[in-house]
């Protein structure tokens, strides 16, 4: 195989030794002692992986609550409502919760206040992360790994009493004004070398598969066998326990059974104990009743196959207005107590549904990741990556991106043979706005050159608005995943956009579009159309004290910035962009 990267355009000529790194990261570890948090003293455990061996042993399963209200304040009391609900219902209550962090968690502590806020609550002082472990008794795990700044964050997340701190799949994203790549990197490899030294402890790393570069892969292969590739840089390389997870994206539930059995096939027997099965987050619609519906499925199935292959995998349920809008508390309440409920129903069905059309995808999926990541190997090799070196092998992945890794991976042929269930729908939703449009107006954008962006790594509505658009004859410019506003206009002018089209869905869309306007205007380039849509909101701010977000399309608009998430209304505002 003759690679088309080389290592020189790859990797930069210097680079930090990886062993001294690691090291570093271990001996700061072994000098960080673990407190012990309320979840540790009530279950009388050292960590989530000892619970979960003796859940799996009782015939019990685990749930996992997803919160990040917009201060921790506000998490806090949204916690401590949690426990007391489930303890008046005489309900056995969540046995963790993943803290959805503010983004800008993953800057250095000195560069956070000055960074662009966006939804979830940041952690500000010592006796915020103290906290975490002592508010209730529900195990915090966050996504402290894969960021600038994964080592002082992850030392502090031991100091709290954590044992699960991910989000590794991370290690390829770009965070707010951060460049640096390499030292973003060897923050990584530091942070893994702390956890590595907790191992024994039950203290591991997570990754969510459906970030990071495998949350843009077109085919399930792929994930599975980046999986593998991860859980090599972690546990074969850094040493330290690797937990994955999966399952948003995915609204079949036996389809996505069918991944979790490819992952435990291609890694050790407990390979899913540590992680999570992630619900839909995909399949809900607007109507209430059908979004409990498909609830109800998704949470007995999921459940019933965690019992059924003896995973020990927590479930995390998703509040039936995720499509709405940020989950409240009341949102996250409704949904694991109706999972706890549904639990004796789950596992008794285990054993009556028919899984064998899930083993045999399941095994076809393994094998495929085999022969996908036996392909990534050798095209490293070939391009002068050190295999042995982890930090090699993480900047160069990123480098390459995720549609040549997947293109390698995936062989000569290249075919979708088990396409995700999101690439399809994509797929099939470019497919029918292509043709409503068209049948709809006949508008035309040969000519014009339109800069298309998301503002954070959510990519799928961007393929949808470049199909479009580049229907209809525009010129896309590739503006971007995670980019900041300012080099977004930078790039729309150099390359003479008339339009900028940006996509967002992490709630810091008054920010960017704050930010994107000033931009404009340094640039003296008040031609240029600025287009947002998406998820167009923002934490209501500490004044309000409210855990839902606001609706900023006012906003945006008194900023001359036009909203829409309609994309046949997009094509008649960059019509008249293209007549001025």
């Known amino acids: 195989m003759t690679p088309a990267f080389s290592r020189d355009e790859l990797l930069p ?16 570890g072994r000098a960080t002692k673990r407190r012990r948090t309320a979840f540790h003293r009530l279950h009388d455990v050292t960590s989530q992986h000892e619970w979960a061996l003796s859940r799996r042993a009782a015939g019990r399963s685990r749930i996992l609550v997803n919160i990040g209200m917009p201060d921790w304040n506000l998490t806090k009391a949204a916690l401590r409502e949690i426990w007391d609900s489930f303890e008046a219902a005489s309900l056995p209550p969540p046995d963790a919760y993943e803290l959805i962090l503010e983004r800008r968690m993953g800057l250095p502590a000195t560069l956070r206040e000055t960074a662009p806020q966006e939804t979830g609550p940041a952690l500000w002082s010592e006796s915020d992360w103290l906290e975490l472990g002592q508010t209730v008794p529900i195990q915090p795990q966050a996504p402290l790994i894969g960021s600038p700044a994964s080592f002082e964050n992850t030392l502090l997340g031991l100091a709290a009493g954590m044992d699960t701190m991910g989000n590794f799949s991370n290690f390829v994203n770009r965070y707010p004004y951060w460049d640096d790549e390499v030292a973003q990197i060897a923050s990584v490899v530091r942070a893994l070398g702390a956890v590595a030294a907790h191992r024994g402890a039950g203290v591991v790393a997570d990754s969510y598969l459906e970030d990071g570069h495998s949350g843009v892969f077109a085919d399930f292969r792929s994930i599975v066998g980046w999986a593998m590739f991860e859980r090599r840089l972690v546990e074969g390389l850094c040493g330290a326990a690797y937990a994955p997870a999966f399952g948003g994206l995915t609204s079949d539930p036996f389809l996505r059974a069918a991944v979790f059995r490819a992952i435990q096939r291609t890694g050790p027997a407990d ?3 540590d992680g999570y099965c992630h619900g839909d987050t995909v399949g809900h619609g607007d109507s209430m009743d059908r979004n409990l519906a498909r609830f109800v499925n998704d949470a007995t199935v999921s459940m019933a196959a965690d019992a059924r292959f003896g995973w020990g995998a927590s479930y995390l349920p998703t509040p039936l207005t995720e499509r709405e809008r940020v989950p409240g508390t009341a949102d996250i309440l409704e949904v694991h107590r109706l999972t ?28 495929g990741a085999r022969a996908w990541r036996g392909r990534l190997d050798e095209y490293l090799a070939a391009a002068g990556i050190d295999l042995g070196n982890p930090m090699e092998l993480m900047l160069a992945t990123r480098r ?10 995936l062989g000569p042929e290249g075919a979708y043979d088990h396409p995700t269930e999101l690439t399809r729908r994509t797929m099939e939703e470019r497919d029918r706005e292509i043709a409503r449009v068209a049948a709809s107006t006949g508008i035309r954008l040969d000519g014009i050159a339109v800069a298309v962006a998301s503002t954070d790594v959510h990519h799928f509505a961007k393929l949808v608005i470049e199909g479009v658009l580049e229907e209809r004859g525009a010129r896309i410019v590739d503006g971007g995943l995670a980019v ?3 080099v977004l206009l930078d790039r729309a002018v150099e390359a003479g956009c008339a339009a900028v089209v940006a996509t967002t869905h992490n709630g810091w869309a008054l920010n960017f579009g704050e930010r994107l306007a000033a931009a404009r205007s340094r640039h003296g380039a008040a031609g240029i159309t600025l287009v947002m ?3 167009l909101n923002e934490d209501a701010g500490k004044a309000a004290n409210s855990e839902l977000p606001r609706d900023v399309t006012p906003d945006l608009n008194a900023r001359g910035i036009v909203t829409t998430n309609d994309l046949l209304e997009l094509v008649a505002v960059l019509g008249d962009a293209q007549s001025r």
């Open 533 to 535: 849509g998406g998820v």
């Open 271 to 273: 390979a899913l104990l």
């Open 400 to 409: 390459m991106g995720a549609g040549a890794i997947e293109h390698i991976g």
């Open 484 to 486: 900041d506003p300012e």
């Open 13 to 28: 000529a210097a680079m930090p030794n990886w062993r001294s790194l690691l090291a570093e990261g271990v001996a700061a």
């Open 340 to 367: 706890r409920a549904l639990e004796p129903q789950a596992r008794a069905l285990a054993s009556r549904f028919d899984w064998r059309e899930t083993e045999i995808l399941g095994e076809a999926i393994a094998d």
